[in-house]
């Protein structure tokens, strides 16, 4: 299988699930890159969460997660914090999704957000374990599709 053609299928089986996972998830146009300071940045999906009014980005890659992948998304969250969020907005909560084998990993990078809001949104919404399983479900559901010869996550 062609790894591009895996993370398409698997980009839009996510895009499709984790919008049922609550009506609130508003999605911004995939891989949405920005230029800072002549630097250019791109992320897989860019969701903005209506009810905890912060945007989550998701960066998907192929291997084990590295330092380097959590320090590559906060900066992406501080820059998202300096240019993009409204002043309403929560700090934006990055989501690094890792596919190894026949295994999942997911992620969540944060900057330091106020107790209030954790309590208030991570413990009535367990996101990395939901997160987790729509990942799990989206490889399975993009290899098996990918066999089939189709391509691009569409029949």
């Not at 591009?4 to 499709?16: D, R, S």
């Not at 291997?63 to 002043?87: C, F, H, P, S, V």
């Amino acid at each position: 299988m062609i790894e591009h053609n895996l993370k398409t299928a698997i980009l839009t089986k996510l895009e499709l699930s984790l919008q049922e996972i609550s009506p609130d998830f508003m999605i911004i146009p995939r891989q949405m890159g920005f230029s800072i300071d002549n630097e250019h940045r791109v992320v897989d999906l860019l969701f903005y969460h209506r009810k905890m009014q912060c945007m989550m980005p998701f960066y998907l890659k192929f291997g084990a997660l590295q330092n380097d992948d959590i320090e590559w998304m906060q900066l992406n969250l501080r820059t998202l914090l300096k240019y993009k969020i409204r002043q309403r907005d929560e700090k934006p909560i990055g989501f690094i999704l890792c596919v190894q084998d026949n295994e999942e990993h997911v992620e969540l990078v944060q900057l330091e957000q106020s107790k209030e809001f954790i309590s208030k949104n991570f413990i009535k919404f367990p996101l990395k374990k939901k997160f987790k399983s729509k990942l799990h479900d989206a490889v399975h559901q993009a290899r098996k599709q990918l066999v089939h010869g189709e391509v691009n996550g569409r029949t």
